[in-house]
């Protein structure tokens, strides 16, 4: 007769893998043999389960956001949700407590994108003044693109978007002191003022009819951060 004890020893291997103990008693009360071996979780797997995760956070953002569109903000439940997604209520919920926080999640990842895009176009520009020029045509165009609707009433407030906007502010400054160094910008007036000047004249795009309007806007703004002659 034999008794066996499993014990778990964890720690030992990286990755997630587990390292397991089995204890063996023999019937003789006299030999106790003691068995380590490794129990692999395969990575894989957690890999997996965290792309399948992340997917259904995705498509439950992009659902609620074309339900919103669709019907408009006070119509959309999370039953409608669910089922539009293709998941279960309980799995929603375990997820998301309520719509509203669900369009807060989807707008910090809009936020995060935009914040993303700027750096590329950013880095796709050649010289100080060019890379400068590039970043305020794209936010200007940003503001035109994702204006006047009920969600953006809703989403543009929270701790969120104060961050984005503190982070994006320091973006711009940065540029506008490169510019600054290199005589493109006007040096008479410091970086943190005009980036400040750059941000609230071009979120007037956000009433623009149409993209020559806003190129007019840019235009203008470009104008009052030229060194005078």
Known sequence: MSF??????SGFFPDGDTLWRQSVYVNTGCLLIVVLYARVVPKLWTDTIDAHRRAVHDATLDTTAALVHEHGL???TMSQIAKQT????ATLYKYFPDVE???TAWHERQVARHLHYLVEVRDRAGDPGQRLTAVLEAFALIQYEHHGTELAALLHRG????RAKQHLHGFIRDLLAEGTATGDV???????E????????LQAANGMTSKAAVRRLLA???AGLRPSA
């Open 159 to 162: 701790e969120h978007l104060a």
């Open 4 to 9: 066996f004890d499993h014990s778990r020893l």
């Open 74 to 76: 006070t119509a959309v």
């Open 220 to 222: 203008v703004t470009l």
């Open 86 to 89: 293709g998941i279960g209520r």
């Open 186 to 192: 006007r040096e008479d007036v410091a970086a943190n």
């Open 101 to 103: 926080a669900i369009l």
């Open 194 to 201: 005009l980036a400040r000047f750059c941000l609230h004249a």
